[in-house]
Every structure is written in C-alpha cells, then in structure tokens.
C-alpha cells in the first residue's frame, strides 16, 4: 500500500479504529487498577493535516471531517464523545488542523496511573515520536520493528493492558504476519485485549485471514468491518477492519449502533456497508 499516513490521517479507516480504541480505553477505566497500553506501530504519534502532504489527499475530510460537522444522535454522541472530544481538545477551536494518531489519542484519554508503550521501526517516524513525548514519565518510545515488540514486551507488569496492532500494510504476507504474531501474543499474554487492524480492498485475502484466526484455538474473536465505497472500480483502500480479541462485553452492542451510523454518515457512494459478527466465541458467525 505504501502506506506513510500523513496522507491518511483522520480518514475513514482511521475513524473506525480510533472510535474503538477509545471505547475500549474508556471500559478499562471502569476498574480503578492501573493498565498498560502497548502500540505495536507508533508512527509519530500525531498528525498535521495542514501539511502538503495531508492536502495532496485530503482524506480526513471524509472521514474526521464528517463527523466533527454532523448534528448525530444522542447515543451516537455518547458512544463517539471519548474520541471526538480528544480531537476537539487537541484542536482547541472549531477549525481542524491536527489529528491525534493512536498514542496522541491514548495518551488524551489516559489516567494517571495508566501506561503507555509506543514502538516505531521507521527512523524519522520514531525520532518525531520521541520527541513528542519526552519527559511524560506515564510513555515509554522504543525503536522497534512492531512484531518483535508483541514478544518482548508482553506481558506487562500490569497484566491488564490492550495491545493496538496497526501495521502499515507496504509489504508482501501482512495479513499471514497479522495471524501469526496475534497467535504469539495470545500465548504470552492470554487475558489482554487485542485490537487488530486490516485494510479491505480489491483482492485482499481477508476470508483466508478470518479463517487463520479460526484455526488458533483462539476463545473469543469480535470482527468490525466498514466500507465505504464499492471495490469493483477501485483499487485502493475500500474499507477496512478490526480484529478484537477479548473484547469487552459492551462492545459488540456498541458497535451494532455506532457501524451503521458511519456506514451512511461516511458513505462514498451506495455500496457502502458494515458487519459485526464473532469469528469465535459467543456463537461464531452471528451478526
């Protein structure tokens, strides 16, 4: 895909994961004990959509952009309110020009005793990321290739954490990495909660990949997908998905009200769609 993000910061795909990690942050909290947030694809941590690069695409227009205009309803308001308002604060006036990557938006939303692990492989990516979060004692940078990260650094001390999965998709075999390093990670760190993120586009193996996850025994999978356009002429992103593994027991309802409202509020064209259904566990395959 070759996939910097810069030119994909706040679009569709992003309001997708960035919606759902922010639920699963805010359940976390629930519990007063402390809990470790592992970001295994850091990136820079946060996003300048005023850069010539964000303006060469201007996706965050249909995606963030969208959302920050529209007049939702009141659950849909509630449900989106812990990212949204991360947005707005970083933000601090109605007019949009930066955008919170993964660990800007955890670090937004995070306690005092909670923490957080960023790892970024990319050597300009990384020195922007651990310049961003020098002297915050609750983050920890490490210049780490992603998937070696899911081995040494789990479990945490903590042992409550979510691990945030986000690869940039640039090479051959992602989807059989994807598998294979959620598989290790489980096995090391069986009770966290995974959040796993794939693109959905012309040819993308992902039935092959839903069927991998099947075969590793793992209890309980929750699948999110969103599309916003039609894939039989485009050969770019279309869509995109989320793996969670563990997933709190509120989301798969949350995500059965909030999917639908993005479908249509971030539709490209009239094949737009979305699906929620268990990959295992909790009557696999139910919607």
Known sequence: MNYRHIYHAGNFADVLKHAVFARLIIYFQRKDAAFRILDTHAGTGAYDLSSEEARKTGEWQNGIGRLLEADMPDEIAALLAP????????????????????????????????????????ETDFATLQARFTGDHQVRTTRLDGWLALAAHLP??????????????EQEGEFERLADG??????????????????????????AFHETLKGHGIPKILCAELSVRSDRENDGLTGSGL?????????????????????TSLAQDRFA???????????????
């Not at 990212?83 to 660990?103: K, Q």
């Open 182 to 207: 959620l598989a290790k990670a489980v096995r090391r760190f069986a009770t966290g909660t995974y959040c796993l993120w794939y693109p959905i586009k012309k040819g993308a193996p992902v039935a």
């Open 243 to 263: 793996i969670i593994v563990n997933p709190p027991y509120t989301l798969k309802a949350e995500l059965h009200t909030l999917l639908p409202y993005l479908k």
């Open 83 to 122: 990212y949204l308002d991360a947005v707005r604060t970083m933000n601090g006036t109605p007019d949009i020009t930066a955008y919170p990557g993964s660990p800007k938006l955890a670090r937004v939303l995070m306690r005092k005793q909670d923490r957080l692990s960023l790892m970024e492989l990319h």
């Open 273 to 287: 769609s979305q699906r929620c259904f268990w990959i295992a566990g909790e009557n696999s395959g139910s919607n």
């Open 156 to 169: 945490p001390k903590e042992r409550r954490g979510i691990v945030l999965v986000d690869p940039p998709f």
